[in-house]
T-cell receptor, first 116, second 114 residues
Framework: AQTVTQSQPEMSVQEAETVTLSCTYDTSENNYYLFWYKQPPSRQMILVIRQEAYKQQNATENRFSVNFQKAAKSFSLKISDSQLGDTAMYFCAFMRYGGSQGNLIFGKGTKLSVKP | NAGVTQTPKFQVLKTGQSMTLQCAQDMNHNSMYWYRQDPGMGLRLIYYSASEGTTDKGEVPNGYNVSRLNKREFSLRLESAAPSQTSVYFC?????????????FGPGTRLTVT
């Protein structure tokens, strides 16, 4: 069974600085996807970034980028130039390619606070 | 586009009561999902529907039933609510199989069972 671990329950960062959120996962699969989702205080989950395991290039999306280390089963999220609106819970998620449809496995989340 | 909508936003039930949570999406997505989120936990999949007319169990299906009424709507029913079902429930949809991890979520329903 796949598991996703986020070892940082809470983090804080000053506005305009850079922060990195950690995620590790355990799987015997070779083909899979990894995601970071954001849940602001409004509760609505929003996809931040996606990474296909077969791609060596790390995904980027504006101020958000990932460091994907397949051998180490590590998938960290870097947020550059942090903004107050980045304050949210961040969930790392895993999905097996071609497996049970839509079965996203989520970590327990990291609560990020951006301070002015 | 409203995206994914859920009703109600809040609900309080007594143990043993039944209710149906409604979900609709207007993005013409094929797949729809129901999750629950408990304090300190990530989301856990209850049921999903890969297409109209099909439903499958997820990680935590016990105590729930679902209906994929049509392509737009996917409802979740609690036949006899229990305090352990106190949670926040999220509905989600995704466009097709290759993008199934890219899910669009509704605002959630906060359910309390006393």
């Amino acid at each position: 069974a796949q598991t996703v671990t986020q070892s940082q329950p809470e983090m804080s960062v000053q506005e305009a600085e850079t922060v990195t959120l950690s995620c590790t996962y355990d799987t015997s699969e070779n083909n899979y996807y990894l995601f970071w989702y954001k849940q602001p205080p409004s509760r609505q989950m929003i996809l931040v970034i996606r990474q296909e395991a077969y791609k060596q290039q790390n995904a980027t999306e504006n101020r958000f980028s990932v460091n994907f280390q397949k051998a180490a089963k590590s998938f960290s999220l870097k947020i550059s130039d942090s903004q107050l609106g980045d304050t949210a819970m961040y969930f790392c998620a895993f999905m097996r390619y071609g497996g049970s449809q839509g079965n996203l496995i989520f970590g327990k989340g990291t609560k990020l606070s951006v301070k002015p | 586009n409203a995206g994914v909508t859920q009703t109600p936003k809040f609900q309080v039930l007594k143990t043993g009561q039944s209710m149906t949570l409604q979900c609709a999406q207007d993005m013409n997505h094929n797949s729809m999902y129901w999750y629950r989120q408990d304090p300190g936990m990530g989301l856990r999949l209850i049921y999903y529907s890969a297409s109209e007319g099909t439903t499958d169990k997820g990680e935590v299906p016990n105590g729930y039933n679902v209906s994929r009424l049509n392509k737009r709507e996917f409802s979740l029913r609690l036949e006899s609510a229990a305090p352990s079902q106190t949670s926040v429930y999220f509905c989600a949809s995704s466009p097709h199989r290759d993008l199934e991890g890219e899910q669009y979520f509704g605002p959630g329903t906060r359910l309390t069972v006393t």
